[in-house]
């Protein structure tokens, strides 16, 4: 059964988001990492991602770890698109198909591919989503992500 095109997108977006917080807003303190915002990226961030700021209220002022990471996003995505903006099991469907796996990797590809550009100031999370869309349509990310379904497909069949 194939999963909707827009829970896909909004799950998606919500891991990339939480990414794009620890890649420009990581702070040391005492040996840990924080997400750490002044009060002017606090009132920015919650005016122009409304929608994810409850997330960063998750994290921010934690240490951090993959852990907090992790679920800091599964109980966001729970509370926030399960039975209330998609119908029930959605996302776990979604976290589960090859094509949730195939955006994660297509994403993490366009992070690396991009660092030394991404790394010269601190780019709004709308830049990083237009822009990475715009990676998404050239034909080498297209090569990859055929690449990589026939991939999983392959990976799958061999555990069924």
Same mark, same amino acid.
């Given at each position: 059964m194939a999963i909707p095109q827009n829970a896909l997108t909004d799950t998606a977006n919500v891991f990339h988001f939480e990414f794009w917080l620890r890649y420009y807003f990581i702070e040391e303190r005492d040996g840990k990492l924080f997400i750490a915002?002044?009060?002017?990226?606090?009132?920015?961030? +919650?005016?122009?991602?409304?929608?994810?700021?409850?997330?960063? @209220?998750?994290? &921010?002022?934690?240490?951090l770890s993959p852990e907090l990471s992790q +679920?800091?996003?599964?109980?966001?995505?729970?509370?926030?698109? @399960?039975?209330? &903006?998609?119908?029930?099991?959605t996302v776990i469907k979604v976290l589960d198909s090859k094509e949730f796996s195939t955006e994660m990797y297509l994403f993490d590809t366009w992070v690396s591919l991009h660092e030394e550009q991404l790394m010269?100031?601190?780019?709004?999370?709308?830049?990083?989503?237009?822009a990475y869309g715009d990676w998404k349509e050239s034909e080498r990310a297209k090569q990859l992500a055929q690449s990589l379904q026939v991939q999983l497909k392959g990976e799958r069949g061999t555990m069924n």
């Open positions: 915002l002044t009060d002017e990226q606090q009132k920015q961030m +919650q005016a122009q991602f409304a929608d994810y700021w409850e997330l960063v @209220e998750r994290v &921010k002022d934690q240490p +679920q800091s996003v599964v109980e966001f995505l729970q509370l926030n698109l @399960e039975s209330k &903006k998609f119908p029930a099991n010269q100031k601190i780019y709004g999370f709308d830049y990083w989503m237009h």
